[in-house]
């Protein structure tokens, strides 16, 4: 026999369970619904600045609850810079730029881990300049 009084929940899938907790941990978030809100908040912001088959191909790659998130968004015809990206989130949060470049380079750090380096590294291609740093490496430009 169920119990008819609980909230219904929509399980969730133990890839985007184990990615939330990578964040958490990575993070530092006390609780699981705070590495949660950055995940969406992040995922949803990528979501508007990827294009492509780097959109594609990430979302194959991500647990299916934080592809959702990703491919949820319509992608900005004028990509912002990393700078930008950060500065964005924070003012849709109304949270410090400190507190979203940690939120962003956690959730980063967590995608890393399901991208791959090579799928990252074409996804930097395409982006304006600032992400790699956002994604834990060093921003490199070409030699003039």
Do not use: C
């Not at 004028?78 to 930008?84: C, I, R």
């Not at 967590?110 to 380096?117: D, E, L, M, S, W």
């Not at 304006?128 to 070409?142: H, K, Q, V």
């Amino acid at each position: 026999m169920s119990d008819q009084s609980a909230p219904l929940q929509q399980p969730r899938g133990r890839a985007y369970e184990q990615m939330l907790e990578k964040v958490r941990y990575e993070g530092a978030y006390p609780t699981r619904e705070k590495a949660e809100e950055a995940v969406r908040l992040v995922l949803a912001g990528l979501g508007r600045q990827l294009t492509g088959d780097e959109r594609v191909e990430l979302a194959a790659r991500l647990p299916r609850e934080a592809a959702r998130v990703l491919t949820a968004q319509i992608p900005n015809p004028q990509p912002l810079t990393g700078w930008a990206f950060v500065k964005d989130l924070a003012a849709r949060t109304g949270a410090s730029l400190a507190t979203t470049r940690w939120d962003t380079g956690s959730v980063f750090s967590a995608v890393t881990a399901y991208a791959g380096p090579d799928l990252i590294t074409r996804i930097l291609q395409h982006l304006p300049s600032g992400y790699a740093l956002l994604f834990g490496r060093a921003e490199l430009t070409p030699a003039a």
